[in-house]
């Protein structure tokens, strides 16, 4: 029974801090410009990645804290990129007409 507990606290702490990891890395390079991540990947691939780890029931208050923002910070992005790309395109073509 004592080495099924520990094997079991063993799988969560490693989860955890594989999960840390993960946050770290995205963090990194959402932040990096040299390692900048495009806004189609950003929201194709990296965004629906991270909202099933929200839910994860070995996530602290700290962590899904860090992990929002992060969600936040990246959607924004998202966002403004995506309303520049409508922009430029609607100039264009009102300067076609």
Known sequence: MLHHIMITLFIQFTLNLIRCLILGIYRLAFEQPKLGI??????????????????????????????????????SKVETAQKL???????????HK
């Open 85 to 95: 790309t409508l922009k430029s395109s609607m100039d264009i073509s009102l300067e």
């Open 38 to 75: 495009p806004k189609e990947y950003l929201a194709t691939k990296v965004l629906p990645a991270l909202w099933p780890m929200t839910v994860e029931p070995g996530l602290n208050l700290v962590q899904l804290e860090a992990l929002i923002q992060l969600i936040r910070d990246m959607s």
